[in-house]
């Protein structure tokens, strides 16, 4: 059995997520993680994400070179928040369920800003506006490039390895967003209240990470008793 | 100069040389790029924005022969180290101040890379202001992008220009100069293929290069409206040069009106036709005419078209300019008639690969019949170029380019221009 370590590095303003194999200690943790798993004892980890952190706004560049005023853009909402397992149990990484999820084009800005996804899922990027959009990576996660495409339109991009892959449109130098691709099921994006959880995790020693607008924010050691239950689990990032 | 001034100038270029060339070695280090920005720099509430451009730009051939990509006397677009910061000022929701910083200077790389930055010069400054709220109509007034064809405005974000040599149009100098103008068509004649420096004997004796069609490298003063977005847009403006000449303060006492009409027929394509006339000559040149030769128009008038689509990884775009400039009829063999100037630009972009692109374009200029006393040629020396090469993006916001590009021209002492370059180009 393959087991996998999901740890977050962040390199000069790019993410990325690595899977190191495990040493001998989470064999032995994730294993006896699986037992508990099967026999239905699980928990789950829930709480808030309160972002403090001034978040400023997303700005074009500005262009002298325009003949008039640029046309109004949308915010991205960059309080979205993801919280996930630094490690998960050995058997979350055999289910894979092909999934499916969508990030919108729509004035000028990426919906949602921010996307949370298991490796293998489909990503369809549709345009919703009237002028083309080009939507793209270099993120050494996943390199693509989409092309130009009008609206109505939509292309679909395929991420099978896990980690961070920052997408950009190369016509609009302001849109930006980040996929976030898991090897296992253990994460949750927050809601617009901030909330979130992670369901059905067995019981083990965990490291519940909050990561918000490119980077990891916070990070919390927890235990999951062996009789399972709900763990709150709040976080204020500054 | 004196001693004590030499000595100033050799301590303070070599202060910028370095301070250019520590900023250009920070560029492709990925350690240095968590230092840099991604994105523009956004302060008081997002109601000042500034970015940035830095780029170096080497080639193989210093060109000094042909003087084919010489933007002045002193600056070749393919050797040049350029360093610039703009910024949106939000007065209101219908109101900006926007400007930008710029100073170029030589890059040179023979045998210690050298970088004469000049001055900082204020390549734009104007105010912005939609006096409808709900109507997409907008004044600008102070130092103001041109109106006319596409390239100039396009190429002045710093990113849009997928070669490292500019369009002959925007770019190549003729032999015609605003401060001096020849006494007779042999005058004219003598100096084809001398753009960089030509001289005449009538108005300014001091070195000053010619003047392109249309120059992408100063903006002019005045004031621009446009209306519309798609699928129509009309611009117009009123400035105080021309588009071969711009200026910040009036030299003849005379406005130049441009148009542009651009159509978005289709997401994706855009056609576009520009029309200009203003006074060209200087005032300083007219003054010393001789009594006799008539006062009349002595304008640049030009009418242009562009066209450009784009789909899925390709961008093509074409963009042809007509400019007749008329200059006075001094002495026989007379310059009767005015003297026209014919581009033809077409450009292809296409995306490889994520990251990796290759370019290429064509470039064409020719010039009418001129009768002199032995013969009749074209005023100045027709120019063919091609340039080809392709890009590769080290981040989102940081290129490296390579290009080759060979010019031919039919006069001057160098006929021909085969150069290798390359540039690294980041923004944010």
Known sequence: MRHRLLSLVICSAQAAIVAPPLGVAGAMSTAASSQAQTSGRVASIRGRIEVLRSVSLVESRPSPGDLGMPRPHDQPDRTTSVVYLESAPAAAFEDRPAGRAQMTQRNETFVPHVLAIRAGATVDFPNEDHTYHNVFSLSKTQRFDLGRYAAGQSKPVRFDRPGIVRVFCDIHSHMSAFVLVFSHRFFDTTEPDGRYEIPAVPPGKYTVIAWNDGAVRDSRAVTVPEQGGAIELDFVIR | MNADGGAYNRIFMTFRSWSALALVALLPCPAGGQALPSEPISLVGGRVTIGGEASLSLSTNPDEAGWFNYTDYKRNALRMVRLGATADVRLGSRLSVLGELRTEGRALCDRRFVCDLQRLELYALYIRVRPWADRAFDIQAGRIPPVFGAFARRNYSGTDNPLIGYPLAYQYLTSLRSDAVPATADDLLRMRARGWRPSFSI?????????????????????????????????????????SEPHVQDNN???????????HPAVGLVLGVSGAHGPYVAASVTRVLPPDVPRADFSQQAFGFDAEYSRGYWLVRSEGIISEWRLPAVRAPLIRHALRASSISVEGQYKIRPGLFGAGRYDYLGFSNLPGSTETRQWDAPVTRLEAGGGYYVMRNLIAKVTYQHDWRDGGRARSLSVWSGQLQFWF
């Open chain 2, 203 to 243: 108005g300014s004796t001091a070195d000053t290069p010619g003047s392109p069609i249309m120059t992408a490298f100063r903006w002019d003063t005045g004031v621009q409206m446009h209306w519309g977005s798609e699928p129509l847009e009309v611009s117009g403006s009123v400035t105080t040069g021309t588009l």
């Open chain 2, 253 to 263: 006492g005379g406005k130049q009106i441009a148009a542009r009409v651009a159509w």
